[in-house]
């Protein structure tokens, strides 16, 4: 699992409220990624994360933010949740082997 | 954006062979990658082939890439009801973010 924890592991919440979703990894690796997945649409990249306060958008960026202030740790924020952001996700980092390994996600579901 | 396309569904008999299908649109691809996810779970990667390979043998998983065509192609030899799952294609370009786009998976049903 390369280390990879995501926390909460389930959330519900309300239309407008803003949630905060933490992804950990234990093994220094410097890219990190955000994806939300979805039936039908696979997994679609958030952001993504080069290093340190090097954050850049994906394909589903609008409505979300990230920030990485520790190697170990990207945030994944989503300032006001709507209902069409109920979704799974996951976190994800690059290896050193041109591989990338997920964490076990998150479900998130906004009433 | 470039694309990755995978039929959604297939059925196999216990012990038989399965292929999944993927083609994809990105000419730069690096790595082609395939993802199994069980229900509930997370990604758990299987395999992957770098882009100047045309075949990759892992016990009972072989993977085959027709870079002219752009298709990859998953084989599970002896099938097993543990196989059952939802398995994804993903391609990595040449880009610095090194991410993967990802088909919509296809989901492998084992009939006993």
């Known amino acids: 699992d390369a280390g990879i924890t995501q926390s909460p592991r389930h959330k519900v919440t309300e239309t407008g409220t803003p949630v905060t979703l933490r992804c950990h990894q234990t093994?220094?690796?410097?890219?990190m990624y955000w994806y939300r997945q979805d039936p039908g649409h696979g997994l679609r990249l958030i952001h993504y994360?080069?290093?340190?306060?090097?954050?850049d958008k994906g394909e589903v960026s609008d409505g979300y933010s990230v920030s990485r202030s520790k190697t170990e740790d990207f945030l994944l924020t989503l300032e006001s949740a709507t209902s069409s952001q109920t979704s799974v996700y996951f976190c994800?980092?690059?290896?050193?082997?041109?591989?990338?390994?997920f964490g076990p996600g998150t479900r998130l579901t906004v009433l | 954006g470039e694309d990755v396309e995978q039929s959604l569904f297939l059925s196999v008999r216990e012990g038989d062979s399965s292929v999944i299908n993927c083609t994809y649109t990105d000419s730069s691809s690096t790595y082609l990658y395939w993802y199994k996810q069980e229900p509930g779970a997370g990604l758990q990667l299987l395999t992957y082939?770098?882009?100047?390979?045309d075949m990759k043998q892992d016990q009972r998983l072989t993977v085959l890439l027709n870079k002219k065509d752009k298709h990859l192609s998953l084989r599970i030899a002896d099938t097993q009801t543990g196989d059952s799952a939802i398995y994804f294609c993903?391609?990595?370009?040449?880009?610095?973010?090194?991410?993967?786009?990802f088909g919509s998976g296809t989901q492998l049903t084992v009939l006993p």
């Open positions: 994360s080069y290093g340190v306060k090097d954050t």
């Open positions: 093994e220094n690796h410097r890219y």
């Open positions: 994800a980092i690059f290896s050193g082997t041109d591989t990338q390994y």
């Open positions: 993903a391609e990595r370009g040449s880009g610095s973010a090194r991410q993967l786009t």
């Open positions: 082939i770098f882009s100047n390979m």
